[in-house]
């Protein structure tokens, strides 16, 4: 008898200790799961923090392009340096717009620029205004050849580029007759791809993606230098010869080799180096406060006949501005203490200086 009791006691201590087991167990999986429902509620009240700091910046942001608007000096001309806010020698883009304390947190606005396509980018603070870019949804056929050179100019057959170009002006425009016999696409072409021909203007960049003959290896090398502001029907295609990149102003200027200029590609080369430099001022350095305007009068730029030529007529043709209307503000938030940040991409319009406004935006 004492033996099945001890047999008993056994069983039951095994039973028991089993189930001590299980509930430690069970009790660290609970803990556990706490833990990490803890962690997901503290990243999610920071992350929400992070947005709404960033939105701060935007509308600090939006504050500067006002007083730029306003400001007599500057409201009519943009450099790379001061884009989009108003002249001021104690005020830099850097003390205007790095880590600016809000609230228990700060936000920053800077974007990455390159300048070419071999370098590498580089952190900006301030705004970058859409008019350094190629507009594709002012792409017509008169003017197609702008967007086909840059696209050479980025290391891509011709007839490639010729045929995105044309493919790009029936995209946006309202008819189904080809823009350029053999080049272009309409609803003939999508339908085999299980899309229509939009016949409207690009809302996206991405939307390039589904044009003919436009690639991924493409796409990531162009989206630097395009863009879709103003995508009103009938743009005008503007740059700022001020803020451009190189490789877009040689795409501008290579439209007007030969012909009535006789001028050669050497020549668009050698007219686009000489405005970097210009603009570049004193210190031969971009993005610096020396930053100059390029003055279509000015003596300082010394051209040769053909050289003249060409940038007379982008200077007096549809091409030219000075005034910078849309603005890409890329706005970082961040709380003390904290490693989660937000971000806001927005896109700002001062087309009508009294009523600045948000014409694109997302978060992340």
């Not at 010394?302 to 030219?320: C, V, W, Y």
Request: hydrophobic fraction near 40%.
């Amino acid at each position: 008898m004492n033996r099945k009791m001890k047999n008993n006691s056994g069983i039951i201590l095994f039973i028991v200790l089993w189930a001590l087991v299980i509930l430690t167990t069970l009790a660290v999986s609970l803990g556990r799961g706490t833990n990490i429902e803890l962690i997901l509620a503290k990243y999610s009240v920071a992350k929400l923090k992070a947005k709404y700091l960033a939105w701060g910046g935007l509308v600090y942001a939006i504050h500067q392009i006002s007083l730029d608007s306003e400001d007599e000096d500057s409201k009519d001309k943009d450099t790379l340096y001061y884009c989009a806010i108003p002249i001021d020698s104690e005020k830099s883009p850097e003390s205007l717009f790095k880590q600016r304390p809000l609230g228990d947190g700060y936000f920053e606005v800077a974007f990455f620029s390159q300048d070419t396509p071999e370098t590498k980018s580089s952190l900006r603070f301030g705004l970058e205004d859409e008019e350094r870019k190629i507009n594709i949804n002012a792409t017509n056929v008169s003017n197609t050849d702008v967007l086909s050179s840059l696209i050479v100019l980025l290391g891509f057959d011709e007839e490639l580029a010729k045929t995105i170009a044309f493919s790009v002006v029936d995209w946006i425009d309202d008819g189904d007759v080809l823009s350029q016999s053999g080049y272009g696409a309409e609803d003939d072409y999508y339908a085999g791809l299980g899309y229509h021909c939009k016949n409207k203007p690009f809302d996206s960049l991405e939307e390039l993606l589904l044009v003919r003959g436009m690639t991924k290896e493409i796409f990531k090398k162009i989206k630097n230098y395009i863009t879709i502001f103003p995508k009103t029907e009938g743009a005008v295609l503007k740059m700022n010869f001020d803020t451009a990149s190189e490789i877009v102003l040689k795409a501008a200027a290579y439209t007007f080799t030969g012909g009535d200029t006789n001028a050669e590609i050497s020549d668009a080369d050698s007219l686009v180096e000489k405005i970097v430099r210009y603009r570049s001022g004193e210190d031969g350095l971009e993005f610096t406060e020396d930053d100059r305007v390029v003055d279509s009068h000015e003596v300082a730029i010394i051209l040769n006949p053909r050289e003249g030529a060409i940038f007379s007529t982008m200077d007096n043709k549809q091409f030219r501005t000075n005034k910078s209307d849309f603005l890409h503000v890329v706005v970082r938030g961040r709380g003390e203490n904290s490693e989660v940040d937000a971000t806001i991409e927005a896109v700002v319009s001062r087309e009508i200086p009294e009523s600045i406004s948000i014409v694109s935006w997302k978060t992340y």
